[in-house]
């Protein structure tokens, strides 16, 4: 059962396995680290909200970062990643098949002091860009996909892997089926029962 409370994933981890709540969960050998970066978040005046599980960060109503934790790393995610100029080199892709670097991954609790002013300074511009009403061009052949599937894709990067590798007409399918719910909560739950179908490699018709 996904977490909805902010706090929750803060102690208990995000709820999406059978580590949630355990001395086992990712949340409790970061936990230092995902605390100093949600004090940064909130230092820098964005907005905090529980989306697809994890820790949300928005500004101007639009979602800035997202973060997480897993077994060798934390990280924080960006969102419209292909406006970030990046000028210290410190964004990864989430995978090979990722479009656009969005993430600054840490590897030991200690690494975020040294990276605060470099986090804090991405963060004033994704902001800015927010503010702004600055968007990414639309790419050639670029899918419109629902936020929704943005944030399970943000803080899953296995999941988020899994659907860059489709085929165009794959990811479509998933858009469609997606795009046709008129609810949030109704799209959320579309996803978790296809994520099994998406690491099989199959689209959201297939059997």
């Known amino acids: 059962m996904m977490i909805t409370d902010i706090e929750e994933f803060f102690t208990k981890g995000c709820g999406r396995c059978e580590r949630f709540a355990t001395p086992d969960c990712s949340t409790r050998q970061w936990i230092d680290g995902l605390n100093e970066l949600r004090r940064i978040c909130l230092d820098e005046g964005l907005v905090e909200a529980v989306k697809w599980a994890h820790p949300c960060y928005m500004h101007g ?71 702004a009403g600055i968007k990414p061009p639309k790419e050639e052949g670029e899918m419109e996909l629902p936020e929704e599937l943005v944030e399970a894709l943000r803080s899953d990067p296995i999941l988020s892997e899994a659907f860059q590798g489709l085929t165009p007409g794959r990811r479509k399918s998933y858009v469609i089926n997606l795009s046709s719910a008129k609810k949030p909560e109704t799209r959320i739950n579309r996803i978790s029962k296809f994520r099994d179908k998406i690491l099989e490699g199959k689209g959201a018709t297939e059997r």
Do not use: C, W
């Open 61 to 131: 109503g639009r979602n800035i970062v997202i973060i997480g934790a897993f077994r060798k790393d934390f990280r924080i995610s960006f969102f419209n990643a292909a406006l970030m100029k990046d000028p210290r080199g410190v964004l990864e892709k989430q995978g090979p098949n990722t479009r656009h670097a969005d993430m600054i991954r840490f590897t030991a609790n200690s690494q975020l002091t040294k990276m605060e002013s470099v986090v804090r300074s991405y963060l004033k511009e994704a902001a800015g860009y927010a503010e």
